[in-house]
């Protein structure tokens, strides 16, 4: 069936460093995939998406891009703030006979320190 | 503004104790879902509905029921919880785009941390 794996955290990091959050997904066809943010005490946001292969989405200083033929969706970002502390999930919508849930992969919490 | 709500934020409760945890949302959203959140499981969906009176299981409904009388709410029913139900519960909304070639944004609520003793 259809899965998402995410690097396993916590992701450490010194403000202004270089992050990636590597994540890999298995699944028929080929749909949209998503990274949510979920920062402390709160729900998940939508942080950027990707609809098709070789697509780049983007939003706040992160990027990923959706490789095809590695099927993977990493997380990057050149410059992480302390601000950017949070737990980050990949995820992708599965469901029989159409699209009913998104698959989470396990979280990754990263924690940035100035 | 467009948001999810749910009620309680938090909870302690005892094993055995009925309680309903609301979802409710302001966008006009056909589709609804409850997910719970464990370490190191991510999210998981328990139910969802595509819209009123159409409800179904998602991947570990036992110990849950739902109902979607109005579009609006989409309350989470533990008719008697047990300690394995202990997590944090979110709910979810979107449009419905159907098919298996669309998918639309999901709006989550702030989540519930529920505790059975």
């Known amino acids: 069936g259809d899965s998402v794996t995410q690097m396993e955290g916590p992701v450490t990091l010194s403000e202004e460093a270089f992050l990636t959050i590597n994540c890999t997904y298995t699944a028929t066809g080929y749909p949209s995939l998503f990274w949510y943010v979920q920062y402390p005490g709160e729900g998940l946001q939508l942080l950027l998406k990707?609809?098709?292969?070789?697509d780049k989405g983007s939003n706040k200083g992160f990027e990923a891009t959706y490789r095809k033929e590695t099927t993977s969706f990493h997380l990057e970002k050149g410059s992480v703030q302390v601000s950017d502390s949070a737990v980050y999930f990949c995820a992708l919508p599965s469901g029989s006979g159409g699209y009913n849930k998104l698959i989470f992969g396990a979280g990754t919490r990263l924690a940035v320190h100035p | 503004e467009a948001q999810v709500t749910q009620n309680p934020r938090y909870l302690i409760t005892v094993t055995g104790k009925k309680l309903t945890v609301t979802c409710s949302q302001n966008m006009n959203h056909e589709y609804m879902s409850w997910y719970r959140q464990d370490p190191g499981l991510g999210l998981r969906q328990i139910y969802y509905s595509m819209n009123v009176e159409v409800t179904d299981k998602g991947d570990v409904p036992e110990g849950y029921k739902v109902s979607r009388k109005e579009k609006r709410n989409f309350p989470l029913i533990l008719e008697s919880p047990s300690p394995n139900q202990t997590s944090l519960y979110f709910c979810?909304?979107?449009?419905w785009g159907g098919g298996t070639s669309k998918w639309n944004e999901q709006f989550f609520g702030p989540g519930t941390r529920l505790t059975v003793l």
């Open positions: 979810a909304s979107s449009l």
């Open positions: 990707a609809t098709k292969a070789d």
